[in-house]
Structures are given as structure tokens and as C-alpha cells.
């Protein structure tokens, strides 16, 4: 029953977890505040946060699994993609804890990790699944035959879904981080109160500039009409954002299920916490006969979990990684 320690650390969260034989023990996550008065997450503040951090995340996550560095089986941590600076603090600590306890180091993919945070509760997906990953960096829809072997088979060719979300509530006027507060007047508004295009984007692949472009003219163009518009309609305005990046996000998810035949389907990434694409995935789920899973909250956003479950299947193939192995803020599958 191996025991591994996972570090996460590709952008503004902290975060270590303690897996035990598949079993997720501790998930302990320090997000940065520092940001918030930014508008977004600033990559020389985040990495300094996590050089803070760091240490008593870890060390928090050990005691509450009630397990000692010498039970630990190897070590695993966050390799690609996201900040460059993050990513360092978390790899190097990586490295350091294996090297002192001369352990196995397992480098993990970021966006796969996600995809496995699938995995963590029951009920599970069987195999093969249909994965949306959905986050401020990335939209993918991902094919995965296992725990190990992936494929993306569509994704953003320019902005992802979670940008869109963001962007839109920074010309809202909401604080950072916006999207989750679309979401949150989106529940009070009437979704088809405005309009906004759909781009037509062939294969299974997304694209969210055009509809970001779409949602600054809409507001410049109300707002010189009636100064208070935003004021006065923002539950309308946000509901209609929303469904209408939803509504993107599962015509997509749904012509992948159709032309792959797999309705076994999944949600991951920080936007799979979004409600309306929640429910939008179950009722499309019972429309066309899926069987529909995302992840608990806590493993939604970034988080140690789902870095630990992935390096629990990659430490059962002996996929490990050598000491001089470095991150890299993009990588592909």
C-alpha cells in the first residue's frame, strides 16, 4: 500500500496531499490572497508565496494523514504546465524531500491530474470516459482509455472558457476572481435575457475570443445608452454570459460523446464547480442516456489530491521521474 506525498504549486495555490494505496488522507490547500487586489494572479508574488507557504502546507498535510516522512513511498509534484516561478518552488522542494529520504520522484501533468480528480470519490466513471476539462488556462476535451493514457481531442485555439468568465466580470466591474461570481447572480438572473454568438468552430475544438469581444461591445454599447445598465441588469447579464459559455462548453461535449460513441462523461477543472454547467451536463446527461460525474468542490480548483491519485497510477507502472527532471510552463500530452 504505497504512501505518497503530492505538491502542487502551478499558479496562485499551495497545496500538499497525503495518498495512501488510492486513498486521498489529507488535501490541505493555502490560496493567496495577495492577488485579489491585483485583478489576477502576479507570477513574481506568486512564486514568493509559495516559497512561504510551502512548508507548513506540507507539513500540515503529513500530520493530518497521522504519517511520517519515513512511511513515505515517493514523492510526487506538479511538473507542467503553469507559472514557471510556481511550478520551481514546488519541483525543487520535490526533489529536495527525495533526495534526502532517497525516495522516487513522480512528475505529474497538471491538466491529466485534473482529469483523474474523476477518481478520487465514488461513484467513479469506467473506462473509456469523455473528459470537459474546463479552467482559467485551458478548455480540453480529453478521450481517457485509463489512468495513464489520454488524449485531447479538442481544445481552445485561442482563449480558454475560465478567461472568458473572468474577463467578462472584470468589464462587469465584479472583483478578482470573477467567475465564481458570475455564477452566484447568474442564479437570480433570466439566462435568455441577451443574446451572445456562438462561434462556429469546426471539429471539437473551442474558441472564446470572438465571444469575449461580443460581451465589451454589448456593454459599451448599453452603457451609452443608460449609464446605470450594468446596475441595473447585472443578474440578467451574468445569467445570459454564462449560458451562453455553457452552452458552447456542451455542444462541443456532446458531438464528441456522438461521433466517439462513449456516454460515460465527466467534468474537471475550477469551471466544472460552476453551477449552470453542472446542471446543464445533467440534463443533457438524461436527454441522450449518459452516466454523468464531476469532482467534489475541493476537487474542482487546483489541489494536492488530484495530484497525489495521479502519481498513485503512475508509482503502480514504476513510472518515475529522474532528480534532474525540470517544469515547464507549457507541455504537451
Given amino acids: 500500500m504505497p504512501v505518497l506525498l ?110 483523474v480528480a474523476n477518481l478520487i470519490d465514488d461513484p467513479k466513471p469506467c473506462f473509456p470516459f469523455l473528459c470537459l476539462t474546463v479552467s482559467g488556462g485551458h478548455t480540453q476535451l480529453v478521450l481517457a482509455e485509463s489512468p495513464t493514457n489520454m488524449k485531447v481531442i479538442g481544445e481552445t ?48 475544438n473551442f474558441s472564446f475570443s470572438g465571444l469575449k469581444t461580443a460581451i465589451l ?5 448599453h452603457q451609452q445608452e443608460n449609464p446605470s445598465f450594468i446596475q441595473d441588469r447585472l443578474p440578467d447579464i451574468c445569467a445570459s454570459i454564462q449560458d451562453r459559455i455553457v452552452s458552447i462548453l456542451l455542444n462541443k461535449l456532446k458531438k464528441a460523446a456522438l461521433e466517439t460513441g462513449i456516454r460515460e462523461i465527466c467534468l474537471a477543472g475550477g469551471v466544472s464547480a460552476n453551477s449552470g454547467l453542472r446542471n446543464g451536463l445533467e440534463q443533457m446527461g438524461k436527454k441522450y442516456g449518459w452516466k454523468t460525474y464531476y469532482p467534489a468542490l475541493p476537487y474542482c480548483t487546483d489541489n494536492a489530491a488530484m495530484i497525489a491519485l495521479a502519481a498513485y497510477y503512475k508509482f503502480l507502472e514504476k513510472d518515475f521521474a529522474d532528480l534532474s527532471v525540470t517544469p515547464t510552463a507549457r507541455a504537451g500530452w
Avoid at 217 to 221: A, D, G, L
Fill in 6 to 115: 503530492a505538491i502542487e504549486s502551478s499558479c496562485d495555490e499551495t497545496a500538499a496531499a497525503i495518498c495512501k494505496d488510492g486513498q486521498v488522507l489529507s488535501n490541505i490547500v493555502a490560496t493567496q490572497k495577495v492577488h485579489e487586489q491585483y485583478g489576477g494572479v502576479v507570477p513574481e508574488l506568486a512564486s514568493r508565496a509559495h516559497m512561504q507557504h510551502i512548508v507548513p502546507v506540507v507539513d500540515q498535510a503529513i500530520q493530518q494523514a497521522g504519517v511520517s516522512l519515513e512511511e513515505l513511498d515517493a514523492i510526487a509534484f506538479t511538473q507542467a504546465p503553469g507559472l514557471i516561478g510556481a511550478l520551481l518552488v514546488g519541483a525543487q522542494f520535490a526533489r529536495s524531500i527525495a533526495l534526502a529520504l532517497n525516495k522516487p520522484l513522480i512528475s505529474v501533468h497538471h491538466m491529466q491530474a485534473h482529469v
Fill in 157 to 204: 485555439i485561442d482563449d480558454a472558457a475560465g478567461e472568458a468568465f473572468d474577463k467578462s466580470a472584470k468589464l462587469l466591474g465584479l472583483p478578482y476572481p470573477g467567475g465564481p461570481l458570475i455564477d452566484v447572480y447568474a442564479k437570480k438572473g433570466n439566462p435568455k435575457a441577451f443574446r451572445f454568438p456562438e462561434p462556429q468552430i469546426p471539429d471539437l
Fill in 217 to 221: 461591445y454589448f456593454i459599451q454599447e
